[in-house]
């Protein structure tokens, strides 16, 4: 709703309630009509605020009401009315005036800002552009070039650059409201007509407008990947620029109706419900994020200072906290310093704060974590060598503390078993770089006690990460999807595709980068290493019908090859694609490559076929989507929701297209079913094409849509 009253004698004040960020659903916009009724009808009022409850002015459109036939005033002509009104409008910014809050703003005749608020046209990360006026007021409002930076980024302004920008009026440090009222006073009877954004022009830009524009849409259609909405975002600005405002709002109008109906704004909308979901975190055993409070973390420490070590030091010491870094090798520890400080005074340098060196100390002895109250391990990928720390730090650590590892798919309960309290014992899986990137799998072992998975659940946030909670099984969720990823493109290249064909298809789809490039960037020695640990990668077994065999599954021992001849990668020069010189970026085809998968398939009886792209991004997509399904009813992720943040957030699915689990519902589950089962006929060695039981059962219950998915399970396992 919105409340009305009057204050100081002559200020009308109208205050929009909704918890909890003032979203303008359709009670709330009826609010503000009849309220701004009132104000213009009532003779003592000589002028407006428009604020929010709880020092929010406004979280924009409310996004749950997105979905429903719309009800109550629509937003343009109500803040319409807001400007045409002849009492100057003041809004009072306090919190966030984000999207709709900030079309909202935008329409009062002046805006004043708490020093601490945030204002933004975060429309595009939600698929659509700002279609209340913000496309046609704020490029008139502040000039073409800085509207389109904060329209096609969606980014926050802080209100000190929301006045230099020339979107706000004044700055208080103040009482928000209070400035506000005694600014409306101040205006009292001022005329309006310059005060109204969509009466002006935008303000010339130098030089060529149309080379502007082009250039902005190659770059934004270069960055986009295939997302529409930033497109439609610089379409909306230049017809801003190049229109009368009515025009130009028809304009904003039908680029809005065809991104509102469009894939990508359902899935990008559905994940930011997801990122939220995903902080509700639960367990098979009942454990909660309500019902666990966790232990004050005012120390950490990280073990290991190899590339994730340093990042997860990083991001640490960005988010405030003390950090001990331990490395036993001088040598290595030397650098890391070094490295650590550099990438602390780059990331500093960017955000335009200090960096926070003082934050990080560093040991080449492991008794420096005594005082500490959580530990990260990330050392190598080696149980045992893990195993080892583990027993130190049980030793050396107070007793409380929370002893956590970045293992990416090893037992988190092997460890716990070295340690005298196992239930202080979890993951914490960072993506490298550890710094840089969103997601943060936080994996929670069968003895592991809620309030220890609380406690990392709340670090990972403070780090300004997705923290996504998962169970313990090889490869946690992300690695075991991903296996079945590999293993498919690993089997296209021995059907008859090449690198190029399968990398050209998933990146057709949104991937930044295909599988075969991604893994040339990380190298090769990477998964050859876990494979050879595992038993897959066996030397001497080049021919006969064992090379393509283990462990009773087809098995391509294609990257092995590739590994025994010294090509792993960029950093060797070749791997899937030549790279010119060791350490070169710009993979290109390479001949020998052809020749080298030519002879393999004649070696071993393999007809090669014509394989199209579609059948590329099924089989890939459709076995990882495969092994999600599996994952769901194993309990080892919660919900959809958790799956998707981790594909989005972590491995690059774009996120236009809301996750895997997301896109199988878009797909329709009952299509993904009958083309497992016509890929698994064709292939009956390659179990992970074999459609998953939840997966049939989701379909013969009507395939629900992927938000009812969470209840389904729960109902289909209390059936078994
Ligand atoms: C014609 C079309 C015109 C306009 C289009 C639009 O306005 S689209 C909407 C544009 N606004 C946004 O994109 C803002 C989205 N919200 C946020 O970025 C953050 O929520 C915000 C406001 C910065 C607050 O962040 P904070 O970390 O403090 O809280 P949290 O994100 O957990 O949100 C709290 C709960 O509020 C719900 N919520 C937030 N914004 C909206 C919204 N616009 N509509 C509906 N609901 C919203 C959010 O889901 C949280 O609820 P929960 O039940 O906990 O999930």
């Given at each position: 709703?919105?409340?009305?009253?009057?204050?100081?004698?002559?200020?009308?004040?109208?205050?929009?309630?909704?918890?909890?960020?003032?979203?303008?659903?359709?009670?709330?916009?009826?609010?503000?009509?009849?309220?701004?009724?009132?104000?213009?009808?009532?003779?003592?009022?000589?002028?407006?605020?428009?604020?929010?409850?709880?020092?929010?002015?406004?979280?924009?459109?409310?996004?749950?009401?997105?979905?429903?036939?719309?009800?109550?005033?629509?937003?343009?002509?109500?803040?319409?009315?807001?400007?045409?009104?002849?009492?100057?409008?003041?809004?009072?910014?306090?919190?966030?005036?984000?999207?709709?809050?900030?079309?909202?703003?935008?329409?009062?005749?002046?805006?004043?800002?708490?020093?601490?608020?945030?204002?933004?046209?975060?429309?595009?990360?939600?698929?659509?552009?700002?279609?209340?006026?913000?496309?046609?007021?704020l490029p008139r409002l502040i000039g073409v070039p800085a509207a389109l930076d904060l329209i096609i980024t969606g980014r926050h302004v802080t209100a000190a650059e929301a006045l230099?920008?020339?979107?706000?009026?004044?700055?208080?440090?103040?009482?928000?409201?209070?400035?506000?009222?005694?600014?409306?006073?101040?205006?009292?009877?001022?005329?309006?007509?310059?005060?109204?954004?969509?009466?002006?022009?935008?303000?010339?830009?130098?030089?060529?407008?149309?080379?502007?524009?082009?250039?902005?849409?190659?770059?934004?259609?270069?960055?986009?990947?295939?997302?529409?909405?930033?497109?439609?975002?610089?379409?909306?600005?230049?017809?801003?620029?190049?229109?009368?405002?009515?025009?130009?709002?028809?304009?904003?109008?039908?680029?809005?109706?065809?991104?509102?109906?469009?894939?990508?704004?359902?899935?990008?909308?559905?994940?930011?419900?997801?990122?939220?979901?995903?902080?509700?975190?639960?367990?098979?055993?009942?454990?909660?994020?309500?019902?666990?409070?966790?232990?004050?973390?005012?120390?950490?420490?990280?073990?290991?200072?190899?590339?994730?070590?340093?990042?997860?030091?990083?991001?640490?010491?960005?988010?405030?906290?003390?950090?001990?870094?331990?490395?036993?090798?001088?040598?290595?520890?030397?650098?890391?310093?070094?490295?650590?400080?550099?990438?602390?005074?780059?990331?500093?340098?960017?955000?335009?704060?200090?960096?926070?060196?003082?934050?990080?100390?560093?040991?080449?002895?492991?008794?420096?974590?005594?005082?500490?109250?959580?530990?990260?391990?990330?050392?190598?990928?080696?149980?045992?060598?893990?195993?080892?720390?583990?027993?130190?730090?049980?030793?050396?650590?107070?007793?409380?503390?929370?002893?956590?590892?970045?293992?990416?798919?090893?037992?988190?309960?092997?460890?716990?078993?070295?340690?005298?309290?196992?239930?202080?014992?979890?993951?914490?899986?960072?993506?490298?770089?550890?710094?840089?990137?969103?997601?943060?799998?936080?994996?929670?072992?069968?003895?592991?006690?809620?309030?220890?998975?609380?406690?990392?659940?709340?670090?990972?946030?403070?780090?300004?990460?997705?923290?996504?909670?998962?169970?313990?099984?090889?490869?946690?969720?992300?690695?075991?999807?991903?296996?079945?990823?590999?293993?498919?493109?690993?089997?296209?290249?021995?059907?008859?595709?090449?690198?190029?064909?399968?990398?050209?298809?998933?990146?057709?789809?949104?991937?930044?980068?295909?599988?075969?490039?991604?893994?040339?960037?990380?190298?090769?020695?990477?998964?050859?290493?876990?494979?050879?640990?595992?038993?897959?990668?066996?030397?001497?077994?080049?021919?006969?019908?064992?090379?393509?065999?283990?462990?009773?599954?087809?098995?391509?021992?294609?990257?092995?090859?590739?590994?025994?001849?010294?090509?792993?990668?960029?950093?060797?020069?070749?791997?899937?694609?030549?790279?010119?010189?060791?350490?070169?970026?710009?993979?290109?085809?390479?001949?020998?490559?052809?020749?080298?998968?030519?002879?393999?398939?004649?070696?071993?009886?393999?007809?090669?076929?014509?394989?199209?792209?579609?059948?590329?991004?099924?089989?890939?997509?459709?076995?990882?989507?495969?092994?999600?399904?599996?994952?769901?009813?194993?309990?080892?992720?919660?919900?959809?929701?958790?799956?998707?943040?981790?594909?989005?957030?972590?491995?690059?699915?774009?996120?236009?297209?809301?996750?895997?689990?997301?896109?199988?519902?878009?797909?329709?589950?009952?299509?993904?079913?009958?083309?497992?089962?016509?890929?698994?006929?064709?292939?009956?060695?390659?179990?992970?094409?074999?459609?998953?039981?939840?997966?049939?059962?989701?379909?013969?219950?009507?395939?629900?849509?992927?938000?009812?998915?969470?209840?389904?399970?729960?109902?289909?396992?209390?059936?078994?």
């Amino acid at each position: 709703m919105a409340q009305y009253s009057r204050i100081s004698g002559s200020v009308g004040l109208i205050t929009l309630k909704s918890l909890p960020v003032n979203a303008l659903g359709a009670v709330v916009r009826q609010g503000i009509v009849d309220s701004l009724k009132t104000a213009l009808q009532d003779p003592k009022v000589t002028s407006v605020v428009i604020c929010g409850q709880n020092g929010v002015f406004c979280g924009g459109a409310d996004i749950k009401e997105f979905g429903d036939s719309e009800s109550g005033p629509p937003l343009i002509p109500m803040i319409h009315a807001i400007e045409a009104g002849n009492k100057p409008m003041v809004a009072a910014i306090e919190g966030f005036a984000l999207g709709g809050g900030l079309e909202l703003a935008l329409g009062c005749h002046y805006r004043i800002a708490h020093s601490k608020a945030r204002l933004g046209l975060p429309e595009v990360t939600l698929g659509l552009l700002p279609a209340a006026g913000g496309s046609q007021r704020l490029p008139r409002l502040i000039g073409v070039p800085a509207a389109l930076d904060l329209i096609i980024t969606g980014r926050h302004v802080t209100a000190a650059e929301a006045l230099q920008l020339g979107i706000v009026d004044q700055v208080t440090d103040h009482h928000t409201v209070d400035a506000a009222v005694k600014f409306a006073l101040s205006v009292a009877g001022r005329p309006l007509d310059a005060r109204r954004i969509s009466s002006y022009s935008c303000p010339p830009v130098s030089g060529d407008l149309d080379a502007l524009f082009e250039e902005v849409m190659r770059k934004v259609r270069r960055g986009a990947r295939g997302a529409i909405a930033p497109v439609a975002c610089v379409q909306a600005v230049r017809a801003a620029a190049t229109l009368p405002y009515a025009r130009g709002m028809e304009r904003e109008r039908e680029l809005m109706a065809t991104l509102f109906t469009s894939g990508q704004a359902r899935a990008l909308q559905y994940s930011f419900f997801a990122q939220r979901a995903v902080s509700r975190w639960s367990t098979p055993s009942g454990a909660r994020w309500d019902a666990s409070a966790p232990k004050p973390v005012r120390k950490v420490a990280v073990i290991g200072l190899g590339t994730m070590g340093r990042g997860i030091a990083v991001a640490l010491a960005q988010a405030g906290f003390p950090v001990v870094s331990v490395e036993t090798q001088e040598k290595q520890l030397t650098e890391a310093k070094r490295a650590v400080s550099q990438m602390l005074e780059r990331g500093a340098k960017r955000r335009g704060v200090a960096a926070p060196l003082d934050k990080m100390s560093y040991s080449s002895n492991i008794q420096a974590v005594a005082d500490v109250d959580l530990v990260i391990e990330a050392v190598f990928e080696d149980m045992g060598l893990k195993k080892k720390i583990f027993q130190q730090l049980s030793a050396v650590c107070k007793p409380d503390a929370l002893l956590c590892t970045n293992t990416s798919s090893l037992d988190v309960d092997q460890l716990a078993s070295q340690t005298r309290n196992p239930e202080l014992v979890v993951g914490m899986h960072f993506f490298a770089p550890a710094h840089v990137m969103k997601l943060l799998e936080v994996v929670y072992g069968p003895r592991s006690s809620p309030q220890a998975l609380a406690t990392a659940m709340q670090l990972g946030k403070k780090m300004g990460k997705v923290s996504v909670a998962v169970g313990n099984c090889p490869g946690f969720v992300g690695n075991r999807m991903l296996k079945a990823y590999v293993e498919q493109a690993f089997f296209l290249l021995e059907e008859g595709a090449t690198p190029e064909l399968v990398d050209s298809a998933l990146e057709e789809f949104g991937f930044s980068m295909g599988f075969f490039k991604v893994s040339d960037l990380s190298g090769l020695d990477v998964g050859w290493k876990v494979r050879k640990e595992d038993g897959l990668a066996l030397p001497g077994v080049s021919t006969g019908p064992s090379a393509r065999i283990r462990q009773g599954r087809r098995y391509s021992p294609l990257g092995d090859l590739l590994c025994q001849r010294g090509r792993f990668g960029q950093k060797t020069g070749s791997g899937w694609y030549q790279y010119g010189k060791p350490g070169g970026r710009v993979a290109t085809p390479d001949p020998w490559l052809h020749s080298f998968l030519e002879e393999y398939r004649a070696q071993h009886g393999l007809v090669p076929r014509r394989i199209d792209p579609q059948e590329v991004l099924e089989r890939c997509l459709y076995a990882l989507i495969n092994e999600g399904f599996r994952i769901l009813e194993d309990g080892i992720a919660a919900g959809p929701e958790d799956i998707d943040c981790i594909y989005v957030f972590g491995y690059g699915w774009p996120h236009y297209r809301g996750g895997p689990m997301f896109y199988a519902a878009m797909v329709g589950l009952p299509k993904v079913l009958e083309r497992l089962e016509h890929y698994y006929r064709a292939h009956p060695d390659v179990p992970d094409l074999q459609p998953c039981s939840l997966l049939r059962r989701l379909v013969a219950s009507g395939s629900p849509p992927v938000q009812k998915w969470k209840e389904a399970i729960k109902k289909l396992h209390s059936q078994l």
